[in-house]
């Protein structure tokens, strides 16, 4: 029985996580979720309160983040086995967020801390649990820099569920799921009345947006007959550190742009994060150009690709030189090119990954053998957020280089609105687990914002995704191709757009104004 008691938790965290992509088994994700939250109501003591809700989180991250154990086995500098240890070592401490919100719902409406009777207590317990799983997961998503990969909510996505987004957001959507599964749990319990006033709110918050309430609040605009033209080499990542990686990479993203109808209207061709190895600027030392190439040269060929209302929009890697020429450091960015084989604009990455473009403490750490999971001696360095370029003829772009799509609320530079998001990730890197949940989070942005997102990878999942969410093109993973199709129409900006996450702290609030309600109207 005691081990059970340690197996069970466990087991549901695990099961729990199975409604994300690719596995999308979003009802077993509300069920094991039903079912924590009973074992929460019905502990005796905050310890056990706390031992429950810490090791759910340990099975829930474990399997949501079995894919950074993958990008170890390509750094040769450090065993590969590391990263079984590091998915275990980063759910231990994820673990902390789901233990906290077990501990807030418990303490503050629990039949065993507050003494109520059992069906007050029920259902002030599902409404606290929820606006205390909105507020964990947001905490999460900020501290220590923030990660905030798969949230609750992203189970809804493939199923096409999660077009409350537009409204509450990411977080309070999951806070929502979090309700739905408490639902389920009173169902069980056999309080009939009380799960039928949450299972109307959650349909009504999941289905509210469909298209005829969206466009009663967003007004969409116009399509545009210019094309976005996107291109995924689909070259394995184990290429990488070869010396013919950048010229072979470089020879498939120009067979896969180059023109086949003269006729055909302007294109802004996009590329994969990292996508171009070779110099881009110049006034670098000329001894980066006699080892790497010339950057003329490199713009120059990518010119040759474009007709004269053409452009492209690529991953590159741009460095920073001290006086005595040494490197300093380097930015992650993402470059404009137009045929006049000129840079019009560079967007750098502002939010970096630790360990992985940057090493913290990297005096002690390299002191003991470990060193970044992307090969390099110099630590990338970030930009100053999220940025909106002017491409002419294609309209406003924001940029946001990989990861940075994740972060909900952070997405689009502030008073200025783009037409449409372009996010460049090199997703070979997250094995085979990764790439779906990658995309289904930047349809998440997608709803949220009202704008369209374009997704260039070069292994998959590349992506052409409308404002609502919708894939409009796609190529799969391990595939060879491009995909092209006009510019997606945009919405105004929707509600969450505008109050960004204030609407997580409006709607955990609701939830915990109900909660108190129902518990004072008993009494």
Sequence with gaps: MHRLAFLLPLALGAASALGFPPWNAWPLTLVAVALWLHLVHEAPTLRRVLRIGWLFGVGHFC????????????????????????VLLLSFYLAIYPMLAAALAWRLASPAAKGDPAPVSDAAFVLTAGAAWIATEYLRGVMFTGYPWDPLSLVLVPP????????TGTYALSGLVVAAAGALML???????????????????????????????CVPQPASTRLLRVVQPNLPEEERPTPEYAENNFQALAKLSRRTDPAAPPRLIFWPEGAVRFPVEDGYPRYVYIELGSAAMARLRMAALLDDDDAILTGAQTMTFNAAEDMTAATNSIILVGPDARLHGRYD???????????????LLESIGLSRLVPGDVDFVPGPGPRTMNVPGFGRVGMLVCYEII?????????????FLFNPSNDAWFGDLGPPAHLAQAQLRAIEEGLPVIRATPTGISA??????????????????????????????????????WMAAIVAALLAICAIAIRRRAR
């Design 63 to 86: 399997v949501a983040n079995a894919w950074i154990q993958q990008p170890f086995e390509f750094q040769d500098a450090m065993p590969h086995w590391l990263g079984y240890f590091a």
């Design 160 to 167: 096409g569920l999660a077009n409350a987004a537009w409204l």
């Design 187 to 217: 169902l069980v319990k056999r309080r009939w009345r009380l799960a039928a006033l949450f299972i109307p709110m959650f349909a009504i918050a999941t289905l509210a947006s469909t298209d005829r309430c969206r466009i009663a609040t």
């Design 349 to 363: 990455k502002a939010h970096l990954v630790p360990y992985g473009e940057y090493l913290p403490m990297r005096p």
């Design 407 to 419: 972060f909900s609320g952070n997405t689009v530079e502030p008073g200025h609105r783009p037409d």
């Design 464 to 501: 052409i995704i409308g404002a609502d969410g919708q894939l409009i093109e796609s190529i799969g993973m391990h595939k060879t191709g491009a995909i092209e199709a006009p510019i997606p129409p945009r919405y105004a900006p929707p509600p969450f757009s505008r109050l960004g996450n």
